[in-house]
């Protein structure tokens, strides 16, 4: 068996599971495995000192540096930031080596397929919990279905990453397991595009936290949930071309969204300009987005435009209030002196609250529901997926991005994955072998089948 070399870029949050496994698999394949991370510590304690694996410090955003990296590589795994993967593309087609990302596929990447393909290389996105196992269970799921003689009337889809239950001690009910700006920016700038009974449905940025939809998860309980960027691409993805009703969405905890809508709102979610760098405090980066004729105190502004503008009710107008004194924004707590936008200000303050703390336990949960006529009959059939994450470092959502990419890894380096171009995982040569192992690392559905459920937009 002739040796495989294996680039890995970046070695954060979302590594763990994958390079353990490439790790596990290394010497009964003849893998030699590059990890590469901008911090030396974070890449030689992910090669944990293994025969087949050596650790590169190495700044990641230099073209040539990258270039060097890339060669005589068989495939690179990139857990770079999404933004930086055409560059990586670009630089492995030069290099004739393969890609693997857990990154949704840009029309940057897509314009490359031709390329790809004439030089025999597989550049294989969107393979990790969400994008990824999400593809790979729906099309199973709608396989089955339709093999049975069903024909689909609706699909929606949902994902969270969320913080276990006996480790939610915070009025937001939230904890980042995932990549932080990402969050903050949910949603932005919208709208948010999906299919409802036939026709196209806009949800503007300014309601899509302020409009819910409230779901009971079986074996989990009731979640809310906001509309992603945009399902409709998804008609034709799944060959759901026709389905009067399709639906991808995100799972947060109930309170989260209420008290989201309100930073919306106010404008503290923005990231398209920057505030001027000064002495601020929290509080007074409150202030800033507060209207001026509710007064100097921050916390009875608030309250007004809570009350006033947004319409809540006491109780859930109390419990927002509680969320903002949660974060110290009504406190004169230092924020640094620079430029950034309200955004990238935002986002250093709730990673001092929501950080996972090291005996934190985060949680995954994916929930479809397909509504289909059989026989005259109007079912819906739901598959869920629930994991818990052992610690802060082997996360639920390490363990759900990383296992799909390394499995694909080795089942592409052994042969088993014969597509060239530009794919995600809805091939069922790709997704059934995956998730078959995935399986056997405790990832798996339950499924119910029922009468249709009721109308997840009538309340």
Known sequence: MAESSILVLGAGRSATY??????????????IITIADLHAEAAERAARGHSQARAVAADLADENILQELLKNQKLVVSLLPADKHPVVARLALQQNVS????????????????????????????LGCDPGIDHMSTMELLG?????????????????????????????????SWNPRNVVLAGSPGPAQYRYQHSTRQLPYARIFREPIRINVPGVGHLDAYPNRDSLPYTTLYGLKDVPTLLRATFRYPDYMQGWSALVHLGLTLNHYQLQAKTRTRRDLLVEFLPPQYGKDPKGALERVLKTDLGYPSDQMNKILNQFESIGLFDPIPLPNISATPAEFLEHILLTHWSLDSSDRDRVVMHHRVDYEY???????????????????????????????AIAVRLFLQGQIPSL???????????????????????????SDTEQLQDLFIS
């Open 99 to 126: 890609l693997f990302t857990a990154s949704y596929v840009s029309a940057e990447m897509q314009k490359l397929d031709d390329q790809v393909k004439r030089a025999g290389l597989l550049f294989l996105n969107e």
């Open 375 to 405: 026989n005259g009959a109007l079912r819906s059939r739901t598959s869920t997926l629930d994991i818990i994450g052992e610690d802060a470092t082997r996360t639920a959502m390490a363990k759900t991005v990383g296992l799909p990419l």
């Open 18 to 31: 994958l390079i353990d496994y490439l790790l596990e698999h290394a010497a009964q394949n003849q893998w």
């Open 421 to 447: 171009g530009v794919h995600i995982p809805i091939l069922q040569e790709i997704y059934k072998p995956i998730l078959q192992e995935l399986s056997a690392y405790g990832v798996h559905f339950s499924e």
């Open 144 to 176: 089955q279905l339709t093999a049975e003689g069903a024909r689909i009337t609706g699909f929606y889809s949902f994902t969270g990453g969320l913080i276990a239950a006996e480790c939610d001690n915070q009025p937001w009910h939230y904890k980042f």
